[in-house]
């Protein structure tokens, strides 16, 4: 199957607050990529974190994260001090042969 | 700048026109992508690319038609065939698969249909 799930079409953080979005997905291969795609208002796709499914390490960016479970195959985003600029729709995505295959996204709100 | 444009912004289509959404890189990227977000969805691939001459159906290609003429440009059609064209359409571009996988996108067409 190549599906990834979003479980949340929508969560809310606070401002300086710490918020983590989900994803789960499909599949039988043992070396992949995941990445978390940002899309804000604009609606130009931003690359904001990668994750190679061989290494054990979890990827950071600054204030992102990931919680990278391959055994349960998840792929969590963890952003922290949240800023108004991050609010936008958060895709999460996996390569499927030469392709990629996107959730649904979730949308995040920051309030101030 | 190095980047990948996507021209027009927005784009009006008529019944039973042929429109062409044009996207260039100068990323000296091998493969390219486009693909179609339809309001509060994920990405769904069209056509990718790996190499000039060369391209793939995805998984929604019917009504849609590319060309890669050049390493630099993807331009993508819409058909008459495409019964429900109204989209946000976007193009990527990648390295190349299997050396390094992350895609890096266009600003995007909207396409409407008058």
């Known amino acids: 199957a190549q599906t990834v799930t979003q479980s949340q079409p929508e969560m809310s953080v606070q401002e300086a607050e710490t918020v983590t979005l989900s994803c789960t997905y499909d599949?039988?291969?043992?070396?992949?990529?995941l990445f978390w795609y940002k899309q804000p208002p604009s609606r130009q796709m931003i690359l904001v974190i990668r994750?190679?499914?061989?290494?054990?390490q979890n990827a950071t960016e600054n204030r992102f994260s990931v919680n990278f479970q391959k055994a349960a195959k998840s792929f969590s985003l963890k952003i922290s001090d949240s800023q108004l600029g991050d609010a936008a729709m958060y895709f999460c995505a996996r390569t499927y042969g030469n392709k990629l295959v996107f959730g649904a996204g979730t949308i995040l709100r920051v309030k101030s | 700048d190095g980047g990948i444009t996507q021209s027009p912004k927005y784009l009006f289509r008529k019944e039973g026109q042929n429109v062409t959404l044009s996207c260039e890189q100068n990323?000296?990227?091998?493969?390219m992508y486009w693909y179609r977000q339809d309001p509060g969805q994920g990405l769904r691939l069209i056509y990718y690319s790996q190499i000039v001459n060369d391209f793939q159906k995805g998984d929604i290609a019917e009504g849609y038609s590319v060309s890669r003429e050049k390493k630099e440009s993807f331009p993508l059609t819409v058909t008459s065939a495409q019964k429900n064209p109204t989209a946000f359409y976007l193009c990527a571009s990648s390295i190349y698969p299997g050396l390094d996988e992350t895609q890096y996108f266009g600003p995007g067409t909207r396409l409407l249909v008058l």
């Open positions: 994750q190679e499914a061989y290494k054990q």
């Open positions: 990323l000296n990227h091998d493969a």
């Open positions: 599949t039988s291969e043992s070396d992949y990529y």
